[in-house]
């Protein structure tokens, strides 16, 4: 097809053009208009000879006409004689003198010399060599950065829209980057990174009129101890994976994810996330000719994992599904060999066996495969590499810890929530949901369409205020048959949170502390169903941001790896999560604020995880002290983790490679370059000029900041407030710009000094007896003579596991005093409990049965005497 050329319009569509100048959009090129400098010189070389020539000549003709008054012809003595200096007049200058062809001759000479000045002058100007060919960054102006960023009140006010990375600070203002970006934080040791970045972005999120929910990784615990009260005060839901102490915080069973997938009947799912938790376990980048042992030990344990949560889905007893209770499998099963006939040479080893007994097609028989088919040797390293793994939960206190949930990880994106399972029948079948107000018109509050996946279950976050009372409505309406449609209809109760003593929890909110806290599990009272099965209907709501502290001391890193487990499990839940919800992205915003994130275990595909997070509304903050940590650590995704890392604040390093790289990123500026070629008794000295290319700022300025100094590069800012396009050159906070520190200005909100050991952490697990949550592994061992000798060996370790027992329910004990739960009782009941633990832990003295009995009729909290009884059983038997 032919289009005529005269039709075609050469204006830009409008979303293609701007009509305004955008500083630093051109690309630089030589300087072509005219040196005004040099103009003005060379018009003054032109103009100032005429005008004297004329002046001159035109002062000689009025003395000359004076004179030939009384002089018939005046001689130039007689004017060289005359009283000239009263024919002196500016007029001279502009009254005709000379003949045409004088004037003519002299303007032609003037101007040739004027055009000589101008070449001479302007050859010389700089703008002519130096143009910006060579470079032609710069740093943001202070104009600029309060056109681009948010400004906000350095503390206590709040304001609107969201916090975020503090790029710059002036006067008593600070700048943020409000933006969905990631960000890599970059400072040596004792450089002021948390002081003047990380605390200052705990503020700034929880005074944000939209708060974000935050994951802080915090290895001295300064930061918790510094931010729970104001975070709390601030309406925060303040949790604590603790690793330095597990008994004191929250609980984490980083297996409740596969446990979820497998209940939804999704057992690849549930592979990909044991493989997820395992990838953290096993993954070393460095392992080189032990990369197989590893891969292998990996496999092995998933199958194991799967294996537990499928015997427990069966037999209704899921909250045995522990990595404990995975350790004890491999250490029982895998450990115990026997031989099925005496006369047999060769024996066999029950782990094994168990596998090979499993159905064909099963995710557990296949993940453990490889394992089955190596050598006696190399299966006997397999095991022992998968051992040394799952340490962590060997120790009683991480198995405590690891065997229960307290918090629900899509509360940290997606506070409120509906979960229902219709019969299999509505499978791919839409339904309506919506909540209404409790009034005469039922007003309708929202709706939403959800699709019924296997199984029949429906996941639904939504945003919606709701109150006590209101309605939630389920309905279906068969497209095909209009008759055949079907309704659930309950009213909610938001039920008041009680404490163990029954006594009502007040909630911690400033100006709200005289109104009770709810559950976060609503009541659903059902008013009607029409449905021919009653679904299995849950609903959790809560309008509080979660801030998590994970307290990973840095002088032990042996359990380190449940901070990297629980950030990605923590993602990934989050990310499936969006993929539900209409928008793709969590409800509230999630920042990670990674502090000592190069000391992190790795965390599985984080580069791939930092390429898709921000559309998700997930942000990571990394602190780092080089980026030759992350190279490291992630070894080929190192460059990618970068690249994804849209902000790049650096504070002050010490890492040659790291300063050369972040002075590059800075960007380079045109200078001139002179040389000279001169000698003491020469008369004409020549100086050359030459563009030459320096950087904006040097690796000696960076590896030299001052405090308080900071360097921001942010390649993807590009719109101002107004949406208009920016080019984003870097911010050197500097002068009257250097970032503040904490101690300045936040130490009444935010006090490092205070003592995280003056806190009382509630924790759901001090108290937890793990025999209850063991298996019974005769029920993997398939052959009978093997589970006979299996009974035999473990009748003669009786009185082990006895003194074992006795050991777990004393060191509950002592956690429980510790939190003081039994200060209620008489100051003699608490010295002689005191005493009784004491005499064990120190010197071995098992307590007497009649000291136990008198204690457990005396005291009053419920957890002290529950296990004073279990010790009573232990003493009995």
């Given amino acids: 097809m032919r289009v005529g050329i005269g039709k075609l319009s050469l204006k830009r569509k409008k979303y293609l053009r701007h009509d305004y100048r955008i500083d630093g959009e051109d690309l630089p090129q030589e300087k072509n208009r005219i040196n005004k400098k040099a103009l003005a010189i060379s018009s003054v070389a032109v103009l100032f000879p005429f005008s004297l020539l004329n002046f001159v000549a035109g002062t000689y003709q009025s003395i000359r006409n004076e004179l030939s008054k009384t002089i018939e012809k005046p001689t130039i003595f007689d004017v060289v004689g005359s009283k000239w200096e009263d024919s002196l007049s500016i007029k001279n200058l502009f009254i005709p003198a000379l003949p045409t062809n004088i004037y003519l001759f002299s303007l032609l000479a003037s101007t040739l010399v004027g055009f000589l000045v101008y070449s001479k002058f302007n050859y010389r100007s700089d703008e002519n060599v130096a143009y910006g060919q060579k470079g032609d960054s710069r740093f943001t102006t202070i104009e600029e950065i309060r056109e681009q960023y948010r400004e906000i009140p350095e503390k206590i006010e709040v304001f609107e829209g969201y916090g975020g990375v503090p790029v710059s600070h002036y006067k008593d203002k600070y700048y943020i980057d409000q933006d969905t970006v990631n960000t890599a934080i970059l400072g040596v040791s004792r450089s002021g990174k948390g002081e003047m970045i990380v605390v200052v972005m705990i503020d700034n999120l929880s005074r944000a009129k939209n708060q974000s929910s935050m994951v802080v990784n915090d290895p001295k615990g300064e930061l918790y101890s510094a931010s729970k009260e104001t975070l709390e005060k601030r309406g925060y839901d303040v949790q604590v994976l603790n690793i330095e102490e597990p008994l004191q915080g929250m609980s984490y069973n980083p297996l409740q994810l596969v446990i979820d997938a497998w209940v ?28 197989f042992f590893n891969t292998s030990a990996q496999n092995a344990i998933n199958g194991i994992i799967l294996a537990i949560v499928d015997y427990c889905v069966k037999n209704n007893c899921m909250e045995k599904v522990t990595m404990h209770n995975v350790s004890q499998m491999l250490n029982e099963l895998g450990t115990f060999y026997y031989k099925e006939n005496p006369d047999d040479f060769v024996e066999k080893n029950a782990l094994d066996e168990y596998f090979k007994s499993l159905p064909q097609g099963s995710v557990a028989k296949m993940q453990y495969g490889s394992t089955s088919f190596a050598g006696e040797k190399a299966k006997g390293s397999i095991l022992a590499t998968a051992n040394q793994g799952l340490q962590t939960f060997a120790d009683k206190m991480f198995a405590k810890m690891t065997s229960k949930s307290s918090l629900d990880l899509k509360q940290v994106g997606f506070p409120k929530n509906l979960f229902f399972q219709l019969d299999e029948r509505f499978l791919n079948k839409r339904v309506t949901v919506s909540f209404h107000k409790n009034d005469n018109k039922k007003t309708e509050i929202n709706s939403y369409k959800i699709k019924v996946k296997s199984l029949g279950m429906c996941n639904m976050n939504f945003d919606d205020s709701l109150e006590n009372g209101d309605l939630l409505l389920i309905r279906y309406q068969d497209e095909e048959n209009p008759n055949k449609k079907y309704r659930l ?93 209409k928008g793709k992205k969590c409800f509230r915003r999630v920042h990670f604020l990674l502090d000592e994130f190069g000391n992190m275990p790795a965390i599985d595909d984080m580069g791939g995880v930092l390429t898709v997070c921000a559309g998700r509304n997930m942000l990571f903050n990394l602190v780092l002290q080089s980026y030759s940590q992350i190279e490291k650590l992630y070894d080929k995704q190192a460059k990618e983790i970068k690249q994804n890392c849209q902000n790049h604040l650096y504070i002050m390093s010490t890492d040659p490679e790291t300063i050369e790289e972040i002075s590059k990123r800075a960007g380079h500026k045109t200078i001139i370059g002179k040389s000279s070629n001169e000698s003491h008794l020469d008369a004409d000295n020549k100086v050359t000029k030459s563009a030459d290319q320096q950087r904006i700022i040097s690796p000696d300025r960076l590896s030299q900041f001052l405090e308080g100094e900071t360097l921001v590069i942010r390649a993807l800012h590009r719109q101002d407030l107004n949406r208009k396009k920016v080019r984003p050159y870097p911010i050197f906070n500097t002068q009257e710009m250097t970032m503040p520190y904490r101690w300045q200005f936040l130490s009444s909100l935010f006090d490092t000094s205070n003592d995280l050991n003056d806190i009382d952490i509630p924790s759901l697990h001090t108290g937890l007896d793990l025999t209850d949550l063991y298996l019974n592994f005769l029920d993997f061992i398939i052959n009978p003579v093997a589970k006979r000798e299996y009974m035999r060996k473990q009748s003669a370790n009786e009185v082990v596991k006895a003194e074992l027992i006795l050991d777990d329910v004393i060191k509950s004990l002592i956690e429980l005093v510790k939190e003081k739960r039994n200060v209620d009782d008489p100051k003699e009941i608490r010295t002689r409990l005191a005493q009784l633990l004491l005499n064990y832990a120190k010197n071995n003295v098992v307590p007497k049965l009649d000291e136990v009995k008198y204690l457990n009729e005396q005291s009053s909290d419920h957890e002290i005497k529950r296990n004073l009884e279990e010790l009573i059983r232990i003493l009995t038997d």
């Fill in 264 to 291: 939804n009947g999704d057992d690849q799912e549930a592979a990909k996330r044991a493989n997820t938790l395992t990838f953290s376990l096993y993954n070393d980048p460095n392992a080189g000719d032990n990369a």
């Fill in 489 to 581: 209809l309950y009213s909610l109760k938001f039920e008041t949170l009680l404490d163990e003593k029954g006594k009502v929890v007040y909630q911690k909110k400033e100006g709200n502390e005289d109104k009770a806290e709810y559950k976060q599990q609503v009541t659903l009272i059902k008013r009607a169903n029409t449905f021919p099965l009653e679904p299995k209907v849950k609903l959790t709501y809560s309008e509080k941001p979660t801030a998590v502290f994970m307290i990973v001391p840095d002088y032990d890193k042996s359990n380190h790896v449940l901070a990297s487990i629980f950030v990605k499990q923590l993602y990934t839940e989050l990310s499936m999560n969006c993929s539900d919800t």
